[in-house]
Nanobody
Framework: QVQVVESGGGSVQAGGSLRLSCTVSGDTFRSYCMGWFRQAPGKEREPVAAGLSTFGSAYYALSVKGRFIVSQDNVTNMVHLQMNSLKPEDTGIYYC?????????????????WGQGTQVTVSS
């Protein structure tokens, strides 16, 4: 059984940075391209980023492109989301998710295993 656990959320002022981490256990191949999603209060869940290792491809939502960076450590089965220049509209619960085999992208429907989420709050 694949288990996904996020960590690293918190509160920060606008313009600040946070780094989220995601640990995957149970099925190492699924850590190959993890996805990040978020859900703001009263809004639907939206994709944030997805990515392979340093030499692979990464995908970003337009709203975070240039500010967020996804990285992956295949030795530790951990993925990270470095969030820079944070804005109040980045506030929400951030989820890490493992995709079905062979998929790498921003479609939530193609991610099978989800973490419990971690809260990110950006104040103005």
């Amino acid at each position: 059984q694949v288990q996904v656990v996020e960590s690293g959320g918190g509160s920060v002022q606008a313009g600040g940075s946070l780094r989220l981490s995601c640990t995957v256990s149970g099925d190492t191949f699924r850590s190959y391209c993890m996805g990040w999603f978020r859900q703001a209060p009263g809004k639907e869940r939206e994709p944030v980023a997805a990515g392979l290792s340093t030499f692979g491809s990464a995908y970003y939502a337009l709203s975070v492109k240039g500010r967020f960076i996804v990285s992956q450590d295949n030795v530790t089965n951990m993925v990270h989301l470095q969030m820079n220049s944070l804005k109040p509209e980045d506030t929400g619960i951030y989820y890490c998710a493992a995709p079905r085999q062979g998929y790498c992208g921003l479609s939530a429907e193609l991610h099978n295993y989800w973490g419990q989420g971690t809260q990110v709050t950006v104040s103005s």
